[in-house]
């Protein structure tokens, strides 16, 4: 499953033409309260980059590419209290239905930020799904609003995106936290 967090611009105009070519399709995390990227002030180059409009969303949409929810505004839910928390989840939830016309059935926690009341509040909004990063079991059905991801970034080189598909990584990831907690 390929899964982009934030919904920018260039998801549109860089990653639709090639998961096109190659018959791929994906699930794009939208953050359903902002035009451009104003949670990463100070970060040069990611601050007020461009998120996707409707128009760009509705194309990709009826080419197969799913949408989720990636909350209001792109907080650390699990820093919230419980009724501003509820607010981004639940409301995200709402706005993108609307604009996307179809049921949102996946979430996907700002910064991996998340806690059991999180959890609970997610799957209360109505979620199937809840994505993590690097949080949650390895296998799927354990805990399906707590869905463990392996990220790739911008720094991932062909070894280390070699070493993350395989399929011991996770089982490796996850030994290594358990070790380091006790």
């Given at each position: 499953m390929?899964t982009?967090d934030?919904?920018?611009e260039d998801?549109y105009?860089?990653?639709?033409?090639?998961l096109?070519?190659?018959?791929f399709t994906?699930?794009?995390?939208?953050?359903?309260?902002?035009?451009h990227?104003?949670?990463?002030?100070?970060?040069p180059g990611?601050?007020?980059?461009p998120?996707?409009?409707?128009a760009?969303?509705?194309?990709?949409q009826?080419h197969?590419?799913?949408?989720g929810?990636h909350s209001m505004?792109?907080?650390?839910?699990?820093?919230l209290?419980l009724?501003?928390a509820?607010?981004?989840?639940?409301?995200s939830?709402h706005?993108l239905?609307?604009?996307?016309?179809q049921?949102?059935?996946?979430?996907c926690y700002?910064?991996?930020s998340?806690s059991?009341?999180v959890k609970r509040?997610v799957?209360?909004?109505?979620?199937q799904?809840?994505?993590?990063?690097?949080?949650?079991s390895a296998?799927?059905?354990e805990?399906?609003?707590?869905?463990?991801?392996i990220g790739?970034?911008?720094?991932?080189?062909?070894?280390g995106f070699?070493?993350?598909?395989?399929g011991?990584?996770?089982?490796?990831?996850?030994?290594?936290?358990?070790?380091?907690?006790?």
């Amino acid at each position: 499953m390929l899964t982009f967090d934030d919904g920018y611009e260039d998801n549109y105009s860089l990653l639709f033409p090639i998961l096109q070519r190659y018959g791929f399709t994906a699930t794009i995390f939208l953050v359903a309260g902002m035009t451009h990227n104003d949670w990463d002030k100070g970060i040069p180059g990611a601050e007020h980059l461009p998120l996707l409009n409707t128009a760009q969303i509705q194309e990709m949409q009826r080419h197969g590419i799913d949408f989720g929810s990636h909350s209001m505004t792109h907080p650390r839910l699990a820093s919230l209290d419980l009724s501003q928390a509820q607010a981004e989840i639940s409301t995200s939830k709402h706005i993108l239905e609307n604009r996307l016309g179809q049921a949102v059935t996946s979430f996907c926690y700002p910064y991996g930020s998340l806690s059991l009341e999180v959890k609970r509040l997610v799957g209360e909004s109505g979620y199937q799904f809840g994505i993590a990063s690097d949080s949650g079991s390895a296998f799927l059905q354990e805990d399906l609003l707590e869905v463990r991801r392996i990220g790739v970034f911008p720094n991932t080189n062909a070894r280390g995106f070699r070493r993350k598909i395989t399929g011991s990584y996770v089982f490796q990831n996850q030994a290594v936290k358990n070790a380091l907690r006790h």
